[in-house]
C-alpha cells in the first residue's frame, strides 16, 4: 500500500542479483526502494498483490486481526527477508514496519514475465515458496506446544540465528509482537525470559531488555526439545 510510504526512490534498472536472486538470463529489471516509519503499514489483508518485497533495513511484521479483535503475527521479516509473495492475487496478512524499515519492491508481473523462460529463476522462486512454507508449518507447530516455555526457547533460537551480530540478539520487537507471535500473554513472556536469565542461560545488556546474549545456548536447546 504504497500510500503509506514516507519518502521513496524513482524506479531504476537493477539486477535480480541485488535481491539475491539467481536467474540464467540476468535480466534487469525495474527496482524501487521505499521508506516506512515504525509502525506504517507496508500493506494490507485483501489487498491486490502487486508487488514482492525485501527488507533492506528494520523489521516487517506480518498479521491477521482475529474475529475476536486478537492480532495473530505471522512472521517476522528481517534483513535480506523477501515477503508479500502469494499463491493468490491478494494478500492474505497485514505487514507493518516494526521500526524504522526500508524495503525494496518489485513488480510481481515483471518478475513472473522474467521467470517464463528462465529456469534458474523459476527454481529460486519455488525454493522460496518452499521456505515460506516450512516457516508456516513450524510455527503451526511451535503454537501447538502446551508449554510456554519451548515456544520462548524456540523463538530466542530462531531469532538468534537470523539477528545476532557480534555475539549480540538485539530484538527489535516489543514483548507484545513476541506473545502475539507465540501465543502467549506479555506477562508469561516476561516471566519466561527473567526465568532464563535467573538459571543463567541468557544475559540482559540493556535497561529495555532488547539487546541480550545467549550464554548457554545447550540449555536454551533443551528447553525447545522438552515434551
Known sequence: MLMHLTSASLPRPHSLSELGMIADSNPMISLSEFKYRRGSEIYGEKEPAEYIYQVKSGTVRSYKLLPDGRRQINAFH????????????????????????????????????????????TRNLLRMATTNLRHAENHMLLLGRKRSMERVAAFLIE?????????????????????????????????????????????????????????????????????
Open 78 to 121: 528481517v534483513p535480506g527477508d523477501i515477503f508479500g509473495l502469494e499463491n493468490g492475487g491478494v494478500h492474505r496478512f497485514t505487514a507493518e514496519a516494526v521500526v524504522d524499515t526500508t524495503v525494496r519492491l518489485i513488480r510481481r508481473e515483471s518478475l513472473d514475465s522474467a521467470a517464463e523462460n528462465d529456469g534458474a529463476l
Open 159 to 227: 531469532m538468534n540465528g537470523r539477528l545476532t551480530a557480534a555475539g549480540i540478539l538485539a530484538l527489535p520487537m516489543t514483548r507484545r509482537d513476541i506473545a502475539d507471535y507465540l501465543g502467549l500473554t506479555i506477562e508469561t513472556i516476561s516471566r519466561s525470559l527473567s526465568y532464563l536469565r535467573e538459571l543463567g542461560i541468557l544475559r540482559f545488556i540493556d535497561n529495555n531488555q532488547r539487546h541480550l546474549v545467549i550464554l548457554d545456548m545447550q540449555q536454551l536447546a533443551a528447553f525447545d526439545r522438552q515434551n
